[in-house]
């Protein structure tokens, strides 16, 4: 306010009528409508101005004129201002939202910037990003609240959403500041909750809960508790910020009091109303109680419980919940009993009553059980599950049964009755002193155990012993006594065993006694018969089938009388003294049938330190085989005994391991069935050691056409010696091919007995053996059988062919295109195969000059199994060394001998050029070619040699470097005159290396698209006269031209219809590219450019050769028009022979600045030059004459229009 300050625009140019511009007058009052004040501004840049010392409030007027050198402007129209700042920022404040509108007020704590708050402007917005520009509402000075409507913001519901609003004063100097965005969900408060619940108590707290109940799109922020003082007094307040709580302890409350409780939710946008009023006590529910049953039948469960803690409030009942699975029980209003004495501490449950267990009973089944009190803070947590089964104790268990005793003990079995479907805990063991005293009591808690065992027992008293049955329910009544006498039995007798049979019905059997009689002499033996193993095919063990005196101990049993022939007798046998019978033997099974025949044996094969013996049983006599038992001796003679036992009765050899190699060993075998073993069979002879190893199939040792001589191996001997050979032959086929495989003859020895294998025609160390008589080519089959002292082994037959090894190779050469500077290429002719069929060959080699003939043959040739084709690279060579090589030839037969030496090369013909171009021509005419030199392959290039050929008429002429080893030719740049070499006409070429290696292959024929391309042609000449078209300027556009070439010269050489012109262009001379042309023929080109834009370009012509003329010089050419005209303002001549011209600037520069001017008075005859800064020109002219005068305007396109007019000169 205690400035104001005001702005313009500066004039131009046409503002100023082209004069000089000298500043500013800036005019003001005083605030009071008085006179104008002039200040005046020489800084003509200056287009703002301030007044400072005003008075707050008061409106000042302003104006300005501009001054420039030809004088000053009328003043401007006046603007009127404040003397006031904006006013400060507000702060906008919500008053109240719903979901369909939000009410905002705003106070200016500020400035109000010196005078009068006008207005407000309110700007709202739907993201807080943007905000309109014209404010969303304007408000009167005096406004209370402003209401946004949210259910059509910008024409869209956007109701429950957030929004932004600022506010702003307005006062006489505009608009003020905006204030600090507000950020309000148009939502309503959140509904009035539930009232809360209680989740618990204890004697000083009570729990409640509590939840929302519509939070109308806003976000939940806190809840407020409410507690009175338990005496309807003041409410205390506790705030809860986590939105995510849903229940509220408090504490500290007095036990026994009744607390009310109230909630408001809270919410973003506001609080809601009080929830109804809960009261709650704080007092905790009952303790769990503990419960157990004090008894139970088959119908009814006694249960009871033991209370807990009542929580501070007397217990006044119990619940009794029921269940049958322990997992689904009632819900807590829905006890199975009520009890409503809190006194009364336990309930008869029916099992039989089914409105108790939903439609069904339970008798002899597990029920679950909890029980829960109730006081006033409510009903308590239930009590743990307890499990019962609704059964009665047990059955009375039978009286115990003696099993065995000794001089100090009994023991006796027991088993229970009746368990009413309880489970089974064990048992009571309980026994007296053996003089009718008081019982003793032993708890057995195994229920698998159905014996027990009494020790520290007095011999000959007589004790008592009975049993209780243990259940889950409870205990059964005492079984009935059993009364022993201690005393030992006797210890069981030796398995029964076999001592004879007869006829196949009858079998003998004995025993024997080696334990103890338990102190009481053996009286007698009780024998026990039966046909199975299983417990009740036994008799009673007082009553066995037969029995023996005391010093009888076998017995013949007649099968028949037990319906068992030929068929197992099961015997068991037990000693009989005066305590009682002992114990039973183990049972023993025999087949009753006579014993079996022996066996048949026969020598089965052998090794150095093995023999293998082969058997077949005789007659079993319908019994089970159960084993063969061997025996053997030591090989010197000794003693047989008993070997081993083979139990595999599919089995019918054994295998004697570990023996001495070459003796002779005498074995025996016998026959084990259900009866008995058998009687040993005669005595076998067998010798350690094996026939021969296979041996492996003959082979040639040499051969010729109609001879072959054989050679084989000795085989292992397999411990015994080789005693000799035989040789079989298979003749070929009728048609020449392979024999049947099966012997025809029997060459070697020829004699003797082939299955003797110590026959004197054998010859143990005869290992070759030569047939002939045979026909050339023909194969022929051959076996070896090899004897020694045990047997014979034949080999796989041989398939021979009646043929010699190859003749030498002849024909041996390089192949200088297969080789390269590391390489030989080689090939050779194949040689007479006598007969045999081609392996393949091996070629031999030696290190290089000086160096001697390898022994082994080169591996890299790789045809040793490749009869053809006849070619092979010999690779891994030093470049150019000369080598010494030779070669055989390999057929079915063997190698053949070694071929005369060969010296080659480690080369080849130079490499095929690459490189070759058409680097120059001339209409003398010539052509010059450029290549690099190839890689020699290893021998040095002497030469090169070409082929030219005109492209139209397809004739070639050939052109040679002439060099000889001697004197070599090494350029790889050729110029070619003659060879009918035509100016104008295109021609190709190709070269190729000459080495001692041979001619290389043709390069690729020269190319016909680089230039020169092989045409016989001069450059062109450069395009002349290269610039702007001679066709009127245009801005936008730029034409360019040149004159076109004319004549042969000219051209290079060629016809005019063979060039073409390139035309490149760019902002920067070192950056341009070429112009696409319409025609590449034309001598013009055109293309639309920017007005106002500068560009360089230059062309050069190319004639059919490819063959480009020097560049041009550069052209720099704008895109623009000659300018519009430069009007003349009216002439005036005031003094005597001169003439003063004015003219306006043209409007229109052509698009490329003006740079100056041109007049003259004799229509052009003369002209004179004016800067593009003046725009008056004084003439001297002839005084009293009537003269024209003209002026133009110029650019760097051109001149424009000329303006004229005639006047008479004063005089």
């Given at each position: 306010a205690r400035h104001t300050g005001i702005s313009w625009t500066a004039p131009s140019t046409l503002e100023l009528h082209l004069g000089l511009h000298r500043g500013t007058k800036v005019q003001f009052d005083d605030g009071?409508?008085?006179p104008f004040t002039?200040?005046?501004?020489?800084?003509?840049?200056?287009?703002?101005?301030t007044k400072t010392g005003v008075s707050a409030g008061q409106t000042y007027r302003f104006r300005i004129q501009t001054v420039s050198e030809s004088g000053e402007s009328l003043p401007s129209s006046i603007l009127?201002?404040?003397?006031?700042?904006t006013p400060d920022a507000p702060v906008v404040s919500v008053v109240s939202t719903s979901n369909a509108a939000i009410d905002y007020s705003a106070k200016l704590l500020g400035s109000t910037g010196g005078t009068p708050i006008l207005s407000w402007n309110a700007y709202a917005s739907g993201d807080g990003v943007t905000y309109p520009v014209t404010p969303s509402a304007s408000l009167a000075a005096t406004f209370s609240t402003y209401t946004v409507d949210c259910t059509n913001f910008g024409g869209v519901n956007r109701g429950e959403q957030y929004f932004w609003l600022k506010m702003a004063a307005v006062n006489d100097a505009g608009e003020g500041g905006i204030s600090t965005a507000v950020k309000t969900r148009c939502s309503a408060v959140?509904?009035?909750?539930?009232?809360?619940?209680?989740?618990?108590?204890?004697?000083?707290?009570?729990?409640?809960?509590?939840?929302?109940?519509?939070?109308n799109g806003a976000h939940l922020t806190g809840f407020k508790v409410y507690t009175d003082d338990g005496n309807s007094g003041p409410w205390s307040i506790d705030t809860i910020t986590d939105t995510t709580q849903r229940s509220f302890t408090k504490y500290g409350l007095s036990p026994g009091l009744s607390y009310r409780f109230k909630i408001q939710v809270v919410s973003e946008v506001g609080t809601s109303a009080f929830s109804p009023i809960a009261t709650y006590v704080s007092a905790a529910t009952p303790d769990p109680p503990l419960i157990y049953v004090g008894s139970s039948t088959n119908a009814l469960i006694n249960l009871a419980w033991t209370p807990g803690s009542d929580g501070g409030s007397p217990i006044s009942g119990w619940l009794v919940y029921g269940s049958k699975d322990g997992v689904t029980w009632k819900p807590a209003n829905e006890p199975q009993y009520i009890i409503s004495d809190g006194s009364t501490n336990m309930q008869a449950v029916s099992c039989t009553d089914p409105t108790k267990w939903d439609g069904v009973t339970v008798q002899l089944q597990y029920v679950f059980f909890r029980v829960s009190g109730i006081n006033l803070a409510g009903t308590g947590v239930p009590s743990n599950s307890y499990r019962w089964r609704c059964s009665d104790k047990p059955g009375a268990a039978n009286t115990p049964l003696k099993v065995s005793g000794t001089a100090s003990s009994v023991t006796f079995s027991y088993a229970p009755t009746q368990l009413n479907n309880a489970i089974h805990m064990g048992y009571k063991i309980q026994y007296d002193d053996g003089l009718s005293g008081p019982y003793s009591e032993v708890y057995v808690t195994s229920t698998s155990q159905s014996e027990y065992t009494v020790a520290g027992l007095t011999a000959g008293l007589p004790y008592k012993f009975r049993v209780i049955v243990v259940s889950e329910v409870g205990d059964s009544d005492a079984s009935g006594i059993l009364s022993v006498v201690v005393g030992a039995d006797a210890d069981p007798p030796s398995p029964a065993y076999w001592e004879a049979s007869f006829n196949n019905q009858q079998i003998t059997v004995g025993w024997t006694f080696p334990g103890s009689d338990g102190g009481v002499p053996v009286t007698g033996w009780n024998i026990y018969i039966a046909d199975s193993f299983a417990e009740e095919s036994w008799p009673d063990r007082a009553l066995p089938q037969q029995t023996t005196t005391a010093g009888q101990m076998s017995a013949v049993i007649d099968c028949t009388q037990y319906n068992l022939f030929a068929r197992f007798v099961y015997i068991k046998i037990a000693a009989?003294?005066?305590?009682?019978?002992?114990h039973y033997s183990p049972a023993t099974r025999i087949f009753c049938a006579n014993q079996p025949d022996a066996p048949a044996v026969s020598d089965g094969s052998g090794s150095p330190n093995s023999v293998t013996i082969n058997f077949v049983e005789g007659a079993l006599n319908g019994a089970e085989l159960l084993a063969f038992k061997v025996y053997m001796n030591d090989g010197l003679g000794g003693a047989l005994t008993y070997r081993a036992t083979v139990e595999d009765t599919s089995q019918r050899y054994y295998t004697a391991t570990g023996l001495v190699t070459d003796r002779v060993y005498l074995t025996q075998v016998t026959v084990v069935t259900t009866v008995s073993e058998s009687a040993r069979s005669t005595p076998l002879e067998v010798r350690s050691c094996g026939s021969p190893s296979t041996p492996a199939a003959p082979g040639r040792l040499t051969s010729t056409n109609n001879r072959i001589t054989l050679q084989w191996v000795a085989p292992a001997d397999n411990g015994c010696p080789m005693t000799g050979y035989r040789v079989y032959m298979d003749e070929p086929a009728g048609d020449g091919g392979l024999g049947d495989g099966v012997s025809d003859q029997e060459i070697y020895p020829g004699a003797g007995d082939p299955n003797d294998y110590t026959d004197p025609s054998l010859v143990s160390n005869q290992l070759t053996y030569q047939k002939t008589g045979l026909q050339n080519g023909r194969t022929y089959g051959f076996f070896v059988r090899a004897y020694n002292a045990r047997g014979y082994t034949d080999s796989e037959w041989a398939y021979i062919k009646a043929a010699a090894e190859p003749a030498a190779i002849t024909i041996m050469s390089q192949e200088s295109f297969a080789s390269s500077s590391t390489s030989i290429?080689?090939?050779?002719?194949?040689?007479n195969l006598q007969s045999g069929t081609a392996v393949g060959y091996?070629?031999?080699r030696n290190e290089g000059v000086g160096t001697a003939m390898n022994q082994y043959p080169d591996p890299t040739c790789g045809m040793e199994t490749n009869p053809a084709p006849q070619t092979c690279t010999i690779t891994g060579l030093r470049t150019g060394e000369t080598y010494q090589i030779r070669m055989l030839a390999i057929n079915d037969v063997g190698e053949g001998p070694l071929s005369d030496i060969a010296t080659m090369k480690a080369a080849s013909v130079p490499a095929t050029i690459d490189t070759l171009k058409n680097t120059a021509s001339d209409t003398t005419p010539s052509l010059t070619f450029t290549w690099v030199a190839p890689s020699s392959q290893g021998s040095v290039i002497y030469n090169y040699v070409g082929e030219l050929e005109n492209v139209a008429t397809g004739t070639k002429q050939v052109w040679s470097g002439a060099g000889t080893a001697s004197l070599p030719y090494t350029a790889t740049t050729v110029v070619l005159t003659g060879l009918g070499l035509i100016a104008g006409e295109q021609f190709k070429f190709r070269v190729?290396?000459?080495n001692d290696m041979g001619t290389g292959v043709w390069s690729a024929w020269s190319s016909l698209t680089d230039p020169p391309r092989g045409f016989a042609l001069d450059a062109p000449l450069t395009p002349a006269n290269f610039g702007r078209h001679s066709d009127p300027a245009v801005a936008g556009r730029i034409k360019l031209g040149w004159d076109a070439i004319t004549t042969v010269v000219d051209a290079g050489g060629d016809q005019i219809t063979g060039i073409k012109y390139e035309v490149w262009g760019g902002h920067l001379q070192t950056a341009m590219s070429q112009r696409v042309m319409a025609s590449d023929t034309n001598n013009y080109f055109e293309e639309i450019i920017p007005a106002g834009q500068k560009v360089y370009y230059r062309a050069r012509s190319v004639n059919s050769g490819g063959i480009p003329s020097a560049w041009s010089a550069f052209v720099h050419i704008p895109s623009a028009e000659v300018p519009a005209q430069a009007v003349l303002r009216p002439l005036t001549s005031t003094v005597a022979g001169q003439v003063i011209m004015q003219w306006d600037v043209p409007v229109y520069d052509g698009s490329s600045p003006i740079t100056g001017y041109e007049v003259s008075k004799d229509n052009w005859a003369n002209k004179e030059e004016v800067l593009n800064t003046e725009t008056e020109y004084t003439f001297d002219a002839d005084a009293g004459a009537t003269v024209t005068f003209y002026v133009r305007a110029l650019n760097s396109v051109g001149a424009s229009a000329v303006s004229q007019q005639t006047i008479l000169v004063a005089s």
């Open positions: 009071a409508g008085g002039i200040v005046t501004l020489t800084d003509t840049l200056q287009v703002q101005y009127s201002a404040v003397a006031a700042s959140p509904d009035t909750p539930l009232a809360p619940g209680r989740v618990s108590s204890t004697a000083n707290s009570v729990t409640i809960s509590f939840d929302t109940n519509g939070l009989v003294t005066g305590a009682g019978i002992g290429g080689l090939s050779w002719k194949v040689p091996k070629v031999y190729a290396g000459v």
